[in-house]
């Protein structure tokens, strides 16, 4: 399984971005997947989750600011990243496996990771 994540890049604060994240070898609509982030000099955190049962999960500091969806068609996990804001600058990962709702931001939950993306957001 490959996941690639891309979308990644440059916006001032208060703009949006939109993060995809696609596989090989693996359908997202059968496992849960899930977006965390990396900031410089900071451990990697939940930004996000979409459960195989199709529940959303958000980290407090993104909520009403950012949502997950899914294309089946496309086989690819967006993260729709609205009002950005400078602390939002992080590496983002997507990653897939098996998550249920309460262990969805967890990383154990997850066994696939993408490359990550660099989204940085200037003030």
């Known amino acids: 399984v490959q996941l690639q994540a891309s979308g990644g890049g440059l916006v001032q604060a208060g703009g949006s971005l939109r993060l995809s994240c696609t596989a090989s070898g693996r359908t997202f609509s059968r496992h849960g997947v899930g977006w965390f982030r990396q900031a410089p000099e900071k451990e990697r955190e939940f930004v996000a989750a979409?459960?195989?049962?199709?529940?959303?999960v958000y980290a407090d500091s993104v909520k009403g600011r950012f949502t997950i969806s899914r294309d089946s068609a496309k086989n690819t996990v967006y993260l729709q990243m609205n009002s950005l804001k400078p602390e939002d600058t992080a590496v983002y990962y997507c990653?897939?496996?098996?998550?249920?709702?309460?262990?969805?931001?967890?990383?154990?939950?997850?066994?696939?990771w993408g490359q990550g993306t660099l989204v940085t957001v200037s003030s």
């Open positions: 979409s459960t195989g049962g199709r529940s959303t």
């Open positions: 990653a897939t496996g098996q998550p249920i709702y309460s262990s969805a931001s967890q990383e154990s939950a997850y066994n696939y």
